[in-house]
Nanobody, 125 residues
């Protein structure tokens, strides 16, 4: 089993930045594809970003491309999401997820096996 814990969320003004962290425990995630998703009130959970075990393959949703950067430190069993130029529409609960299928770069929530509890990001002036 893998336990994932997100941190780094909070309240930020439009145009600001935040860095989310996702710390894993229970098993090493160094070989797992990892992803970030978000869910705004009244909306479905949506894909944000994903990367493979080495970081050599990365994918972003169009809505965050150029503003968000996903990365990982396998030695620390941690994945990050650097968010810049934040806008009110980025307000959501952000979740990290791990997939056991090593050969894919999942963008669908249904392809992920483990989830964190989420961290709230609110962008407001």
């Amino acid at each position: 089993q893998v336990q994932l814990v997100e941190s780094g969320g909070g309240l930020v003004q439009p145009g600001g930045s935040l860095r989310l962290s996702c710390a894993a425990s229970g098993r090493t995630i160094s070989r797992f594809p990892m992803g970030w998703f978000r869910q705004a009130p009244g909306k479905e959970r949506e894909f944000v970003a994903a990367l493979n075990w080495s970081g050599s393959r990365i994918d972003y949703s169009d809505s965050v491309k150029g503003r968000f950067t996903i990365s990982r430190d396998n030695a620390k069993n941690t994945v990050y999401l650097q968010m810049s130029n934040l806008a009110p529409e980025d307000t959501a609960v952000y979740y990290c997820a791990a997939a056991e299928d090593l050969g894919v770069l999942p963008t669908s929530q249904y392809e992920y096996d483990y989830w964190g509890q989420g961290t709230q990001v609110t962008v407001s002036s």
